[in-house]
């Protein structure tokens, strides 16, 4: 990257990312095709025979990628080295207003009796219960730190800390089994003992506050951690860049890396729509279609397949746009049959009038692009490749 | 490396090296096929089918390489570890005799008007004017130090100091800029000192020498740089190698890792019949091919189409040989329509009784290569395969 770094010069060029969140699939047992394979992509297809086609593994093969991680990948950052916390994605999820100083760290409520933990997740409580229990959280106050909490899914919450001199290296209070009392927050350097100290008495505070609840009367925390400080796309590559994803976590993993993120986009036709908008305001643009991943998450290959025909049909208003390099992708596989991420690479086509023909290819489709010129290779040489087709990388040595 | 060196054992098989340089291609809109694809090379598609095939990244996805980088990867060198100096390949393409203690450094023939530097190029003066003048400049004498000046293209030349205890860690004396003055040349460590205070005494010499010089009256110094400290290829795999090229640049990369030079070679022909000539002296052969290079950099299609034509007519000669691994490919590709280097990785074809058969390809093009058995991988794996082919590695762990 240091080299990317060092090549990389400004022209007029634009860029187009286009990530079906969870692209990839496995085979239905009776066709042999995946969701992809299955989905009439005619736009696709029909860019297929003049473009380079490959397909990528988001870390390592054999490695699942979770959301964070395998964005940075595209984003063309190592995902080994760059680790984002669990509390920070969460926080970004929860479109939790985040700064360089600030700590995040996810909160379980759980059910104590004498002094043990009986229910890790407190019965799993309704996401509207967690709401109601997390303003409350909201309502504790401490000097010198200003405290945000919001409801995610049932049980589950996160919280960011904000005042100075906070860090985010503390062991966690979750005992990670049920009959144990919850632990002590230790600092794990010295700089972060005034946050093991706040968090420690933020959960006497919450204790208190939630001593009468039936359930929920007890929190655990777990996943410390600050935004990594990480170079900016346009620190790095001299990009101007802007992320366009209806789902806030997409956006908060755009803004960590510099993007900025167009707000109050709410379906993929305005998405579609934003990116026609702003297209002469930057030079590469990040989209992102949720449901992909998440028709695949419930174990719904026929909805992934629609969800993916949808897409297609957006793609001509997107080449309309005339830009010069457009790739189709995704961040890892979501295949319905295991109803969760998955290890397997994800295909991936890139349009450009640099880009060598895969002439022998006819749709787009894991099988296909695994025979594509691009071959296999790791996501996070995928913004090399892309700004080398914009012709943005100066040569590497005389 | 370190592990091929380990592996590497002696044996009497040969390998040969055929680098057609720049040979990867785009395709020609009207067709969709690469010069390469284009070129009628029956010589090649015949081996293709019983032969190994797949394609390189010079360096890594996305970069484009430099003839240095591109070929220090050929010879079984990362070229990111590898840094050559612009001064020590301008020194090396001028075939200037450079040991491992001297420093070489470019230099631009440049118009001074009241100390400041209006012209960075002296109005960029004929190749014999730039012969001339350094004919002045190496007749400058200093003590200690022998300096040797030679004209490259138009207000371009390479010194070689050659002395005790000289280092090339020197910054530039060249400012980038029109209407700033020359920058004194800064030693970057203790060592280079002494280097600093000579060019900067070799500076003013010359701008005594060339003060009634109209255009060309002073010049400036950049790219300090002595041999790299390179481990050669008869150390690292216990080889005799013998370079045959007809260009001073490649012969230069070659010896710089340790290859001897077969002189006196000026045509493709001529590369050929060296190569009979000296077959029973060495074990591995490097045969550089030019012109597909350069009439990609000029853009001209056809004219590259026919080079490749031309090299194709003399593989018959380099077979009758009967050469125990035979590898065809390229250093980086030069698409016509580019212009000049790109990213685009460049086919390989390897020849040998060891390789598997690529049944299903049916002739040498970028497209077949990408569905070749030896898949994409980067070029600095070629001479672990080379020396595999040989059966010249031994196992690596019981």
Chains 1, 2 share one sequence.
Not at 300 to 311: G, L, P
Not at 341 to 370: I, K, M, N, Y
Not at 378 to 393: D, F, G, K, T, Y
Request: charged share 25%; hydrophobic share 40%; glycine share 10%.
């Amino acid at each position: 990257m240091d080299i990317l770094s060092s090549l990389a010069r400004k022209n007029d060029t634009k860029m187009v990312l286009l990530v079906m969140d969870g692209l990839g699939g496995l085979p239905c047992k009776e066709t042999g095709l995946t969701e992809l394979e299955t989905a009439k992509t005619p736009n696709l297809d029909r860019l297929v025979p003049k473009s380079s086609c490959g397909q990528m593994h988001p870390i390592a093969p054999g490695i699942t990628a979770g959301s964070g991680p395998a964005h940075l990948g595209l984003f063309g950052y190592d995902p080994l080295q760059h680790n984002i916390g669990r509390g920070v994605l969460s926080a970004l999820g929860l479109d939790l207003d985040l700064g360089p100083d600030d700590v995040a760290c996810r909160i379980n409520f759980a059910t104590m009796r004498d002094g043990k933990i009986v229910d890790r997740r407190a019965g799993r409580i309704p996401t509207e219960e967690c709401a109601r229990l997390c303003k409350i959280l909201s309502g504790i106050k401490m000097e010198g730190v200003e405290i945000t909490v919001a409801p995610e899914m049932q049980h589950r919450a996160a919280v960011v800390f904000r005042g100075e001199g906070l860090w985010g290296a503390v062991t966690d209070s979750d005992p990670q089994k049920e009959g144990l009392a919850p632990l002590t927050m230790q600092p794990l350097n010295p700089e972060s003992k005034r946050m093991a100290d706040i968090a420690n008495a933020f959960v006497e505070e919450a204790k208190r506050a939630l001593k009468d609840e039936p359930v929920a009367n007890m929190i655990l925390m777990r996943g410390f951690d600050k935004s990594p400080a990480i170079a900016t796309v346009s620190e790095l590559y001299g990009i101007r860049a802007a992320a366009i994803a209806t789902y806030p976590m997409y956006r908060g993993l755009a803004k960590l890396v510099g993007m900025n993120v167009v707000t109050g986009v709410k379906t993929l036709d305005e998405e579609i729509k934003a990116l026609a908008d702003c297209f002469a305001d930057y030079d590469y643009f990040f989209i992102h279609a949720k449901y992909t991943d998440s028709s695949g998450e419930d174990g719904d290959f026929d909805r992934k397949v629609s969800v993916i025909e949808e897409v297609d049909d957006l793609i001509p208003s997107i080449l309309d746009l005339r830009p010069d390099v457009f790739v189709v992708t995704g961040d890892h596989s979501t295949p319905a049959s295991l109803k969760g991420h998955s290890w397997h690479p994800v295909p991936v086509l890139l349009h450009a009038t640099t880009a060598r023909w895969d002439t022998w290819l006819t749709s787009f489709g894991e099988g296909q692009c695994a025979r594509g010129s691009l071959g296999t290779f790791e996501s996070r040489h995928l913004m090399a490749l892309m700004l080398a087709h914009a012709q943005r990388l100066a040569k590497y040595g005389a």
